[in-house]
Nanobody, 121 residues
Framework: QAQLVESGGGLVQAGGSLRLSCAASGRTFSGYAMAWFRQAPGKEREFVAVIGWNGAAQNYSNSVKGRFTISRDNAKNTVYLQMNSLKPEDTAVYYC??????????????WGQGTQVTVSS
């Protein structure tokens, strides 16, 4: 059974950095677009970043562009989200997702369970 497992979340001060990882198992996702979404308390889930199957195509939300970087290692079946210059408004549960199509909407086929990121001011 295909599974996505996020890790790397935690508590960090504003201006700090975190690196999230999403490890896939049960199948290979090398032919899939991989994305990160987040959901803050009381808010809807929102798109953060997406990367194409070979890493060449990337797209970011305006709120994280220039601060976050998405990458992937298909040999390890893993996608990463490097988050720099974190702000309190980045506080949310971050979810990894996989889909055959490269998209920023949240209709993805596979989802992880989420990892909490908390940025203190």
């Amino acid at each position: 059974q295909a599974q996505l497992v996020e890790s790397g979340g935690g508590l960090v001060q504003a201006g700090g950095s975190l690196r999230l990882s999403c490890a896939a198992s049960g199948r290979t996702f090398s032919g899939y677009a991989m994305a990160w979404f987040r959901q803050a308390p009381g808010k809807e889930r929102e798109f953060v970043a997406v990367i194409g199957w070979n890493g060449a195509a990337q797209n970011y939300s305006n709120s994280v562009k220039g601060r976050f970087t998405i990458s992937r290692d298909n040999a390890k079946n893993t996608v990463y989200l490097q988050m720099n210059s974190l702000k309190p408004e980045d506080t949310a549960v971050y979810y990894c997702a996989a889909n055959r199509q490269f998209r920023t909407s949240d209709d993805y086929d596979y989802w992880g369970q989420g990892t909490q990121v908390t940025v203190s001011s």
